[in-house]
């Protein structure tokens, strides 16, 4: 594949930023980017195989995280109740790793994931007590790998997150799934 170098070093310095923090012609070179990549980018057995198994990886993370989230969220309950807190947020953060290519283009990314995003595979899991494994192929019959159920996560990566190519994606290497809380505590003031 041949990649142009000043258009992946500006690629890997705007992803690193929140959508809401890139400027305009950040966003266009993202997308510049992006087609360049997609044009050259073919699926292989060996591409295929490795997106599968990000999937399952995803999966299995999402399971753990599913019944971590769950005692947080029930302790956390639980301090409200006891006034300890006055209120509470819970966000998982995902963030993908690449230990390779991103860094041969951009030195700072080394030790740094790549790309990060908020997922909120939480929200498909509401009100449930046991991790649900329903897929989430988003237009079954369009959707890439149909022969797989795919986890949220995964198909938040390749559905939401606009930024990144089938390259990209084939490129993680390494997941890391983060619950933050965030404890309130607040008072009014007459």
């Known amino acids: 594949?041949?990649?142009?170098?000043?258009?992946?070093?500006?690629?890997?310095?705007?992803?690193?930023?929140?959508?809401?923090?890139?400027?305009?012609?950040?966003?266009?070179?993202?997308?510049?980017?992006?087609?360049?990549?997609?044009?050259?980018?073919?699926?292989?057995?060996?591409?295929?195989?490795?997106?599968?198994?990000?999937?399952?990886?995803?999966?299995?993370?999402?399971?753990?995280?599913f019944y971590q989230y769950r005692l947080i969220e029930k302790q956390s309950n639980l301090m409200v109740v006891n006034k300890e807190i006055d209120d509470f947020n819970i966000t998982v953060v995902l963030s993908y790793w690449n230990e390779k290519h991103y860094k041969k283009y951009e030195p700072s990314i080394e030790g740094n994931p790549f790309f990060e995003t908020v997922n909120n595979f939480m929200d498909m899991q509401r009100g449930e007590i046991e991790y649900n494994q329903e897929p989430h192929n988003e237009h079954h019959d369009k959707a890439p790998f149909p022969e797989i159920n795919h986890c949220y996560s995964f198909h938040n990566l390749y559905d939401h997150c606009h930024e990144l190519t089938w390259f990209d994606i084939y490129n993680i290497d390494e997941v890391w799934m983060e619950i933050k809380v965030d404890y309130q505590f607040f008072r009014k003031i007459k």
């Open 1 to 65: 594949m041949k990649i142009d170098k000043e258009l992946e070093i500006d690629f890997i310095r705007a992803i690193q930023k929140s959508n809401s923090e890139r400027t305009y012609r950040e966003g266009g070179r993202i997308h510049k980017r992006c087609k360049n990549i997609e044009s050259q980018f073919r699926f292989t057995p060996k591409v295929n195989e490795k997106i599968v198994l990000l999937n399952e990886k995803l999966k299995q993370e999402e399971k753990r995280v």
